[in-house]
């Protein structure tokens, strides 16, 4: 009995079970880890493949982490410069707060890459679909007209149609291989096109008349579009000035009033000011951004 209430056991237990959670808890985040990593390198494999970037997927990632410790060492390092008496605390808060902010840049760049390829790939669409209509009335076949644009030098209009012009001299039937550029392209203009050509085939319906009347839809909707940019501008410049003004005013207060808002920073009110701000500051700007934002 002596021998089982003596202090060694219970702490021994104690340590037993603090190591079994530790351990739990590190194969659980090692899990998540992994299944975020692979989820990661698949789409951005995905976006590597449709802005024709011959990159390994793992390169993304190992650039998102320098990216990100890159910007948490700056910022420790700006914080322990501009601080008087340097708090560990507030230099770590802000070290992980701007890598995280940091680690996503480089799949935002792809994503807006993707965004003005697929802008450019629109607006030079219809200067295709006419080339293609002027080739059949010219007696091209259907195939000799998607050579014609192939063959031309337009980016990236021309490196998609070649890419669709070697599958079909691979074998791959026509409505196959322009579902495949439609699925890889993801425009809806370009779906118009595939719908029609695919459309006129089955039906036996004059092809350059069908793609004159779709290069006509899709230059009405460039311009709608354009029009609607436009009218929708003074409200992304009012998001984007909404969104800022609060974190000037307070980079302007930490240098004009250091020491009120030194209070104000080593307070549990102020943390709390601080962070409901910025939390507001994102709902407001994605409000604005979601009633700017209109599909034509």
């Not at 669409?125 to 031309?152: P, V, Y």
């Not at 074998?171 to 439609?182: F, H, S």
């Not at 974190?247 to 549990?268: D, R, V």
């Not at 009110?269 to 407001?284: N, Q, S, T």
Request: charged share 20%; hydrophobic share 55%; aromatic share 8%.
């Amino acid at each position: 009995m002596d021998f089982f209430q003596h202090s060694f056991w219970p702490a021994a237990f104690a340590f037993a079970g603090v190591t079994i959670a530790a351990y739990t808890l590190i194969e659980f985040g090692l899990f998540i880890a992994s299944r975020y990593r692979e989820r990661y390198l698949e789409e951005a494999k995905t976006e590597l493949d449709d802005v024709l970037i011959q990159m390994p997927a793992n390169r993304v990632l190992d650039i998102s982490i320098a990216v990100s410790v890159l910007g948490a060492v700056i910022t420790l390092v700006i914080t322990a410069v501009q601080m008087d008496e340097f708090a560990w605390h507030w230099g770590i808060l802000f070290a992980v707060a701007a890598g995280s902010v940091l680690f996503p840049v480089p799949r935002i760049v792809l994503k807006t890459l993707k965004k003005k390829r697929l802008q450019k790939f629109n607006l030079q669409l219809e200067d295709a679909l006419g080339m293609m209509s002027s080739a059949l009335k010219t007696g091209f076949s259907i195939h000799q007209a998607l050579d014609e644009i192939a063959n031309c030098d337009m980016h990236p209009v021309g490196i998609e149609f070649r890419l669709l012009t070697n599958e079909l001299r691979l074998g791959v039937p026509l409505e196959q291989a322009l579902e495949n550029m439609n699925r890889r392209v993801e425009s809806d203009d370009f779906e118009l096109v595939v719908t029609a050509i695919i459309t006129a085939r089955q039906t036996g319906g004059e092809l350059s008349s069908a793609l004159e009347r779709v290069a006509g839809l899709i230059r009405e909707r460039v311009r709608i579009a354009r029009k609607v940019h436009s009218l929708t501008a003074m409200g992304r410049l009012q998001a984007i000035m909404i969104g800022a003004m609060p974190f000037l005013l307070l980079f302007g207060l930490s240098h004009i009033a250091p020491q009120m808002m030194q209070i104000f920073f080593n307070s549990a009110v102020g943390i709390i000011a601080i962070v409901a701000v910025f939390v507001l500051v994102i709902c407001g700007f994605l409000a604005i951004k979601k009633i700017t934002t209109i599909e034509v």
